[in-house]
């Protein structure tokens, strides 16, 4: 299958700053990638849909200035977690699809965020 | 608005024991739906695809089926082993959008 990296897997930051979180396709070019949100013992929800060359997407309830998405080329988005606080401890996991495969999604490792 | 239920949401079988999960979901205008594994603090590993107009898919012990008309799939996993412990997901994608919809997942673990 195709292979989508995500960095880094795990961070911890002091409230206040901003960090960002890589999503890349390594064997594939992706016009679309997608970034979740999962919470202990839960499934995972959308927050965004990132198109390359334009402005994300997000779903309801996700505040975009918050949660910063850029999708700067075909195989790279970041997603930026502005002003960081405690409740926006998570684990953040992105997607991508790779065309031809029936678009199949593929997921990142995911990155464990702590702010303390 | 699309809603996918995994049932039961925990499973614990004897090693070596046949088992099936089970996917349900509303809005039977599905484009497709995946299968995924989840281990503990970990990324979502694809487990099987399956396409609108397929019945079913196999990868080695892993067999999931589909049946559009009544919103159900399956994922049958043959003699079960301890490292089959994950927690299962399956999510569906409708004709016109990308976004998947995933299920509330089921924590699977075969005691040795």
């Known amino acids: 299958g195709a292979v989508v990296s995500q960095h880094p897997s795990r961070v911890i930051c002091k409230s206040g700053t901003s960090v960002k979180i890589e999503c890349r396709s390594l064997d594939f070019q992706a016009t679309t990638m997608f970034w979740y949100r999962q919470f202990p013992k839960q499934s995972l929800m959308l927050m965004a849909t990132?198109?390359?060359?334009?402005?994300?997407?997000?779903e309801q309830g996700v505040e975009k200035d918050k949660f910063l998405i850029n999708h700067a080329s075909l195989t790279l988005s970041t997603l930026t977690v502005t002003s960081a606080h405690p409740e926006d401890s998570s684990f953040y996991i992105c997607s991508a699809s790779k065309e031809g495969t029936g678009t199949e999604a593929f997921f990142g490792q995911g990155t464990r965020l702590t702010v303390v | 608005k699309q809603e996918v239920t995994q049932i039961p949401a925990a499973l614990s079988v004897p090693e070596g024991e046949n088992l099936v999960l089970n996917c349900s979901f509303t809005d039977s205008a599905i484009y497709n739906l995946q299968w995924f594994r989840q281990d503990p603090g970990k990324g979502l590993t694809s487990l099987l695809l399956i396409q609108s107009s397929q019945r079913e898919q196999t990868s080695g012990r892993l067999n999931a089926s589909l049946d559009k008309s009544s919103g159900r799939s399956t994922l049958y996993i043959a003699a079960s082993q301890p490292g089959d412990s994950a927690t299962y997901l399956c999510a569906v994608r409708v004709f016109g959008n990308e976004k998947l919809t995933f299920g509330t997942g089921t924590r699977l673990t075969i005691i040795p």
């Open positions: 990132s198109n390359e060359g334009s402005k994300a997407t997000y």
